[in-house]
């Protein structure tokens, strides 16, 4: 279904404005703005595109992909390692299908530089929140993507953010010195997937100011059924523009409508949101299986089994044109029963990855889609005896890569004994992000963005492609 929903955001982040926007009560994006931006840098990129995983608070890596079997039980916790298809490479148990098709990834177990921020900034641009803040912030690797590689003849957006929870809250995927007309399309999916904001987070939403909305209604005065011609649309949105204009939130129209009404009415975003228009089969592969051991586990996490299909949802987007799509898995912030929320959360990243990359394979789409798999920092490898959790651990944390044309079927970096520090290549987020970059025909390092002030700066001050992927 293709709604119009009438949001406000932040007035300190965005001046109080108002957007267009596709999917199920919508909030992000200001599609004529965009399009008018897109236009302005005249430039069409290649089809390549990014899916973008978060695991979101951080994902404790040596119960993921750094098992350390040797090492006292404090350290290494209560999962077997099990054989993977990469001769001497060990996941956790409970990733069987990763282990049967590592072949398929590049896991790098030495990321390092985390700035310790609970958000997903530094997964979404490479830089601490604070970098050029006094200029609006850096930009997010889609709203980068946008602004160069951008074209008005798309006909989707070319960066949108799934993320739920911290996504919303910290607006991690920013535009930052871009300004609102690269922000995010930023789908409401919370009728696909539900996710209850924890207290903190609904508390962060409440200091932002009253304009901002935990969840978004559908304008009243539009209608589906207004929808269905262009000029119905057209004079929808001139009956809620004398409302708008006096606040502010909505730029004249101009030449950009045919554009903006072209991609809202042309169904193809629209669908991608829509599962009913996936094959049965399809489906059935983003879907977990049944298992006698799984029902009787209490529910620890936001996360349920039909999260994996934010896999194929993800899919469905770079089918429908977008470039660069955010997901996240929730709840990786274990403080406290971290073994409780793993054996609910890696079967769900299990099925989802290894899906999404079978999937684009069978399509013929995986040398030009690159997935990133990857949180904000990792967990501290002595776990908690007084709440069975795993805290904060900026040190060292893992990343998972694919696809993008890369030389996947390896392992890159090493931690000690204990999984605590890095000791062989070690690997920063611009680093992947000097990557992802370059997977998408963009040199990071020589290539510049104009700032508010006039000045040119560089996608990267830092941060080299690996070597070892090319």
């Known amino acids: 279904m293709l709604r119009i929903v009438q949001a406000q955001r932040s ?97 790098i177990r030495s990321l390092v530089g985390s700035v310790g921020a609970h958000d997903a900034f530094q997964t979404q641009s490479g830089y601490d929140v604070k970098d050029l803040q006094s200029l609006g912030g850096r930009p997010a690797f889609g709203s980068i993507v946008s602004k160069l590689q951008g074209s008005p003849a798309d006909g989707a957006p070319l960066f949108v953010d799934l993320m739920q929870g911290r996504g919303l809250v910290r607006n991690s995927a920013r535009p930052g010195f871009l300004g609102p007309a690269y922000q995010p399309f930023r ?26 909305q935990v969840r978004l209604e559908l304008n009243e005065s539009l209608s589906l ?13 001139d009956r809620i523009k004398r409302n708008v204009d006096a606040s502010g939130m909505m ?17 193809a975003f629209a669908d991608a949101l829509d599962f009913n228009r996936e094959p049965a089969s399809s489906v059935a592969r983003y879907s977990m299986q049944s298992s006698s051991s799984t029902p009787a586990l209490e529910q620890y996490t936001a996360e349920g ?23 996240s898995l929730s709840d990786f912030d274990t403080h406290s029963n971290n073994f409780g929320r793993m054996r609910q959360l ?32 990792g967990r501290t490898p002595r776990i908690d005896p007084k709440t069975a959790g795993r805290h904060h651990w900026p040190q060292v944390g893992p990343c998972i890569l694919a696809g993008g044309g890369m030389k996947v079927g390896q392992v890159i970096g090493a931690t000690d004994r204990t999984a605590s520090l890095a000791v062989a290549r070690p690997v920063t987020y611009k680093d992947i992000f000097a990557q992802l970059y ?33």
């Open 305 to 327: 089994p039909e999260s994996v299909r934010k896999f194929l949802l993800a899919r469905r987007m770079v089918e429908a044109g977008v470039r660069c799509v955010s997901i």
């Open 11 to 107: 007035t300190s982040a965005m001046s109080r404005r108002s957007f267009l926007l596709a999917g199920a009560g919508v909030a992000g994006l200001g599609l004529v703005d965009v399009l008018r931006a897109e236009n302005a840098a005249g430039v069409r990129g290649s089809r390549k595109s990014l899916i973008n995983v978060h695991l979101d608070g951080g994902a404790p890596h040596m119960d993921l992909t750094d098992l350390k079997p040797d090492a006292p039980s404090e350290i290494r916790g209560e999962f077997l390692p099990i054989s993977t298809r990469l001769p001497g490479f060990q996941v956790c148990e409970l990733m069987p299908q990763l282990a049967g098709h590592a072949d398929r990834f590049a896991f």
């Open 251 to 267: 730029t004249a129209m101009d030449n950009f409508h045919q554009q903006a009404v072209s991609i809202l009415t042309s169904g």
């Open 187 to 212: 789908p409401d999916i919370s009728h696909l997937f539900q996710r209850e904001l924890e207290a903190g987070m609904k508390g962060e939403l409440a200091r932002l100011g009253k304009d901002h």
């Open 438 to 470: 370059a997977n998408l025909g963009i040199d990071a390092r020589r290539t510049s963005l104009t700032d508010p002030q006039g000045r040119p700066q560089h996608l990267l001050d830092q941060g080299e492609p690996l070597s070892e992927l090319r």
């Open 225 to 237: 059924d207004r929808l269905q011609s262009r000029s119905d649309l057209l004079s929808g949105l």
């Open 346 to 377: 890696l079967p769900i990243l299990d099925c989802g990855l290894c899906s999404l990359v079978a999937d684009l394979e069978e399509r013929g789409m995986l040398d030009d889609v690159t997935i990133v798999v990857w949180g904000e920092f």
